[in-house]
């Protein structure tokens, strides 16, 4: 976490991202930030039988097979939408420079969309997950949530030489304790044991998820600065590296290329959109970005 936020109050950090960043969106979306998001929530009203021209997705196949007829679940809209952040808080979160880290980008995002979802009504809650789901915090409304959510973001402890992080308990817990749809933010770095993938996939099918995804350019090329030792942060494993050496540089570059590709392909799969958040980036522009995206490839 960079020195400015490390050092700030909860209503510090909420005064400086709402002028430095939610009234520069404010101008840039024009305030409408449904491009953001592609749906309110929905409740089950009934069942009624199939009418050409309705959507066969809502088709209920067990009633159908019962009534010897295709039955459809009615559903009416929630103005209200209730957001969940799934936050992945786990030693390689806390990578990169002495500025800024990705634990601080995640700390600004998650208290820009709280302000933002909040100050209209809705709710947000969060999982924070370093080793195991340290705590959840229930949706509520109001600017004192979105204060509770980073006071307690900036008094959670950083973890070290742990196990290597697995996110399949973080998604299957909210799985489990999120029973209304819902928009879900998954905020990591997706570094984690495999098989994270199916449970991405089963929260998806059940709520709106947009994964966060957290990097820094140094973990994609390494700079040519001759001798270093890295250091897992994970695990707190070490390892003596030579910069200077251009075949190290290009394995290592390939290598992240590659786990690039395969997180591309997962979230695809998963049918998730992703806003990538670099240390580097400005908030602001990143989160246009997404929603210019979103607006032209809306589902």
Known sequence: ??????????????????????????????????????????????????????????????????????????????????AWFLLDLSPSVDFGTVENQKRSMLVDFVTTF????????????????????????PARGGKLQVLRLVNDLLKQPRLSNVPLTNLTPLLQGALNAIKKRSLVFVISDFISLPGWERSLTLLNQRHEVIAIRLWDPREMDLPDVGPLILEDAETGEQLYVDTHDKKFRQNFREAAQRREADLN??????????????????????IVRFATLRQRHPK
């Open 114 to 137: 709280a302000r933002l979802l909040t100050r209209h009504g809705n709710r947000v809650g969060a999982m924070f997950y370093g080793n195991r789901i340290e705590r959840t915090i």
């Open 265 to 286: 392909n997962s979230f695809k799969h998963a049918g998730v959109d992703v806003l990538p958040l670099s240390t580097d980036d400005d908030l602001v522009r990143a």
């Open 1 to 82: 976490m960079n020195a400015q936020t490390s050092t700030a109050t909860p209503e510090r950090i909420l005064q400086r991202l709402d002028w430095q960043v939610i009234r520069r969106l404010d101008g840039l979306l024009q305030g409408d930030y449904r491009s953001l998001f592609y749906g309110y929530g929905v409740d089950f009203a009934d069942l009624r039988e199939y009418q050409p021209e309705d959507d066969i997705r809502y088709i209920d196949w067990n009633v159908t097979a019962r009534m010897s007829a295709p039955y459809i679940r009615h559903y009416v809209e929630d103005r209200e939408i209730t």
